[in-house]
């Protein structure tokens, strides 16, 4: 019988593969290992640090707004799962993988399966709408730095895309869900219901929340503004807070093994309107990946020794029975 979960793997690797190629057939490879061979080993330690601190902020918010949609987590298990979860993030098929793992922890402590995966991707949710936000800040000043018309507005539509994707997905969940039982599609009910979790946490979202999200998402372009600093390859600090976000929002699309491929395009393409040369752009994403995965491999090792039971959480109130919060 043929393994499907095997099937997505080599077909994720074989795009890696061909994007790779494609890239190597437009960018200098040599120019780029050249430039990583002569990187500043102190500036990508700090690369490491600034890595370490996007855990810290992640395990932070956890551990603030999970309580909202009736789970409670002290940071040292909220920064283990945070730690780990990168392992699977970035030495798995997919970026799905660290959501995966959070769920399969919930669901040891009590969770139903389906709300476990609700209240993971409703905490993936917000960080991304907190992404947007960071975007539509550096919008404006991606626009100077990206002189052809149709590539700004390509860039606009996206970001508008993805606010009434958002916006439509939180506001008509109620509706949906009617809708949805009205043509007897209970089984995608999980769809309204993960709406109201995620409704349930925008409401209950503190201005701690909003800052340790953001923080992640200021933290990835500092990393790579230490990347580029390593390399010996000067970029305007605000044109990387304009374009880096953008590019990783683009990165995100979950279609090669770790993500490789698809960010090292978005790189040199978004970098490339920063007046950063191609081979450079390519070796930025190349170091900051491996720092990535770096971190990931960390994260395997504390996974194999850590305890179960360093990993504790606790799932309380009416969600305990799956049941989603009131609107």
């Known amino acids: 019988m043929i393994d499907l979960a095997l099937i997505k793997v080599l077909v994720k690797i074989a795009v890696a593969a061909a994007l790779m190629a ?3 057939s437009r960018v ?36 603030h707004s999970m309580r909202a949609i009736g789970c409670r987590i002290d940071f ?3 920064f283990l799962f945070s730690l780990v979860g990168w392992f699977f993030a970035n030495l798995a098929p997919s970026t799905v993988g660290s959501d995966l793992f959070r ?3 919930m669901r040891h402590a009590g969770a139903p399966v ?78 309204s219901a993960l709406s109201a979790d995620t409704r349930a946490l925008l409401k209950t979202a503190t201005p701690a929340a909003w800052g340790y999200l953001t923080a992640q998402h200021l933290l990835r372009v500092a990393g790579v ?18 374009l880096i976000p953008a590019a990783l929002l683009i990165a995100m699309i979950p279609i090669s093994f770790g993500g490789w491929g698809v960010r090292e395009a978005s790189f040199v393409h978004f970098l ?32 194999i020794l850590a305890r179960r039971d360093h990993y504790r959480l606790d799932i ?7 049941a989603p919060p009131a609107d």
């Open 22 to 24: 494609l890239i190597a």
């Open 28 to 63: 200098d490879f040599s120019a780029a290992f050249a430039l990583i061979a002569g990187a500043r080993s102190a500036l990508l330690g700090l690369t490491l640090l600034v890595s370490f601190c996007i855990v810290f902020a992640d395990a932070a918010y956890w551990t």
């Open 76 to 78: 040292r298990p909220a």
């Open 103 to 105: 769920a399969a922890q």
């Open 114 to 191: 389906e709300k476990s995966v609700r209240l993971v991707v409703a905490a993936r949710l917000m960080s991304f709408v907190s992404l947007l936000a960071v975007i539509a800040l550096g919008l404006p000043v991606a626009a100077r730095y990206i002189d052809a018309p149709v590539e700004r507005e390509a860039l606009g539509g996206v970001f508008a895309l993805a606010m009434l994707g958002f916006g439509a997905f939180v506001f008509m969940g109620p509706r949906l869900k009617a809708l949805m039982t009205a043509a007897g599609l209970h089984r995608l009910t999980f769809i």
């Open 225 to 242: 503004a230490a990347v580029a600093a390593a390399l010996k390859t000067p970029v305007d600090l605000i044109a990387l807070y304009a």
């Open 272 to 303: 490339g309107f920063a007046g950063v040369a191609p081979s450079a752009a390519l070796a930025i994403s190349i170091v900051y990946g491996l720092t990535r995965v770096l971190i990931g491999a960390i994260g395997g090792v504390v996974w």
């Open 316 to 322: 309380d109130g009416p969600e305990a029975a799956g």
